[in-house]
């Protein structure tokens, strides 16, 4: 074998053994591109401990304008698994078809599919179907939100009931609102349409009618209406009974995804949520060392129910 094919053949095994790290770390598993549906664009990757046994799971959707994004962005899970993950949590990063193929309305039905079929196999991946935490960022979380405000008609359809939701910044809650404002947006027109009927259908405020699982809107500071719509619909979800907070970041709309699960007083938070969904949560981090409570308590977390008018805030 010639001096340049041996070199060649030491990069080729260097690039292989380097792609396998990079996909998962040798204390987690990963199962790509599962199909839940016929297209193409419905899959999940599943990332879990490799022990892991009746495990919760945390169900994510990525963003993307309802028109592109994808579950293999570095932002939508490198450091969610490495956080949660770690702590024995199961992390599944969710596909779905988008515009031009389907409207938002039909996104969300194909979350819930997704949905349904990840609680149906997630104990060949040693995960519990009945602790499922949904989450989702941008789009995403308009979409998690608009399935969690119907949420009793997803139990009808054969889901199991899930711990909660957080939503990862949006400001669609209320499509009505934005689309029938002095001056409508013209970003939610092209995405929804001009019919408003259809806007009405695919608000996540005005779907919600019964009381839904614990839900956490996060928000953006540094935006001029997330805070305020999280805000009205976590109200609107308390008086009909639910446990429902905001939590206000100074972050930009992409860091509020890409930063949780860094070591923070913004994850520290999320996790607090995390606990309280039940009552065997809290042991998933005796051990830890959940950071940062000392410097967190000391006014850089403030928080605060919806129903005071006001959000909690970080300052990181």
């Given at each position: 074998?010639?001096?340049?094919?041996?070199?060649?053949?030491?990069?080729?095994?260097?690039?292989?053994?380097?792609?396998?790290?990079?996909?998962a770390p040798a204390d987690i598993k990963r199962v790509a591109d599962v199909q839940y549906g016929q297209d193409t664009d419905q899959t999940l990757d599943v990332y879990m401990p490799t022990r892991a046994k009746n495990a919760p799971v945390i169900f994510m959707i990525h963003g993307g304008a309802w028109s592109?994004?994808?579950?293999?962005?570095?932002?939508?899970?490198?450091?969610?698994?490495?956080?949660?993950?770690?702590?024995?949590?199961?992390?599944?990063?969710?596909?779905?078809?988008?515009?031009?193929?389907?409207?938002?309305?039909?996104?969300?039905?194909?979350?819930?599919?997704?949905?349904?079929?990840?609680?149906?196999?997630?104990?060949?991946?040693?995960?519990?179907?009945?602790?499922?935490?949904?989450?989702?960022?941008?789009?995403?979380?308009?979409?998690?939100?608009?399935?969690?405000?119907?949420?009793?008609?997803?139990?009808?359809?054969?889901?199991?009931?899930?711990?909660?939701?957080?939503?990862?910044?949006i400001s669609g809650y209320n499509i009505v609102k934005i689309l029938t404002a002095s001056t409508p947006s013209a970003f939610y027109l092209e995405k929804f349409g001009d019919n408003p009927d259809y806007w009405q259908a695919a608000s996540p405020f005005y779907a919600l009618d019964n009381k839904i699982p614990?839900?956490?809107?996060?928000?953006?500071?540094?935006?001029?209406?997330?805070?305020?719509?999280?805000?009205?619909?976590?109200?609107?979800?308390?008086?009909?009974?639910?446990?429902?907070?905001?939590?206000?970041?100074?972050?930009?709309?992409?860091?509020?995804?890409?930063?949780?699960?860094?070591?923070?007083?913004?994850?520290?938070?999320?996790?607090?949520?995390?606990?309280?969904?039940?009552?065997?949560?809290?042991?998933?981090?005796?051990?830890?060392?959940?950071?940062?409570?000392?410097?967190?308590?000391?006014?850089?977390?403030?928080?605060?129910?919806?129903?005071?008018?006001?959000?909690?805030?970080?300052?990181?």
């Amino acid at each position: 074998m010639m001096a340049n094919d041996i070199k060649t053949l030491i990069l080729l095994i260097l690039l292989l053994l380097s792609t396998d790290a990079i996909a998962a770390p040798a204390d987690i598993k990963r199962v790509a591109d599962v199909q839940y549906g016929q297209d193409t664009d419905q899959t999940l990757d599943v990332y879990m401990p490799t022990r892991a046994k009746n495990a919760p799971v945390i169900f994510m959707i990525h963003g993307g304008a309802w028109s592109g994004g994808d579950k293999a962005s570095k932002a939508e899970f490198e450091n969610k698994v490495a956080h949660w993950v770690k702590r024995g949590f199961i992390f599944i990063s969710t596909n779905y078809r988008t515009l031009p193929k389907i409207r938002p309305i039909e996104q969300a039905k194909d979350i819930e599919a997704a949905l349904l079929f990840a609680q149906r196999n997630i104990s060949q991946w040693g995960g519990a179907a009945d602790k499922f935490i949904l989450m989702g960022h941008s789009s995403g979380a308009h979409l998690v939100s608009l399935l969690s405000s119907q949420y009793t008609t997803a139990v009808a359809n054969g889901i199991t009931p899930w711990l909660g939701t957080i939503s990862l910044d949006i400001s669609g809650y209320n499509i009505v609102k934005i689309l029938t404002a002095s001056t409508p947006s013209a970003f939610y027109l092209e995405k929804f349409g001009d019919n408003p009927d259809y806007w009405q259908a695919a608000s996540p405020f005005y779907a919600l009618d019964n009381k839904i699982p614990p839900f956490l809107a996060i928000c953006s500071l540094r935006s001029d209406t997330a805070c305020e719509q999280a805000t009205h619909f976590t109200q609107k979800a308390q008086r009909l009974g639910a446990y429902a907070q905001v939590l206000a970041v100074d972050l930009s709309h992409g860091e509020i995804n890409s930063q949780l699960g860094k070591n923070s007083c913004y994850t520290s938070y999320v996790d607090d949520f995390i606990k309280t969904l039940s009552p065997s949560m809290p042991l998933m981090f005796t051990g830890q060392g959940v950071r940062m409570k000392a410097n967190c308590a000391s006014n850089q977390v403030a928080p605060s129910l919806a129903s005071t008018g006001s959000a909690a805030r970080v300052l990181d």
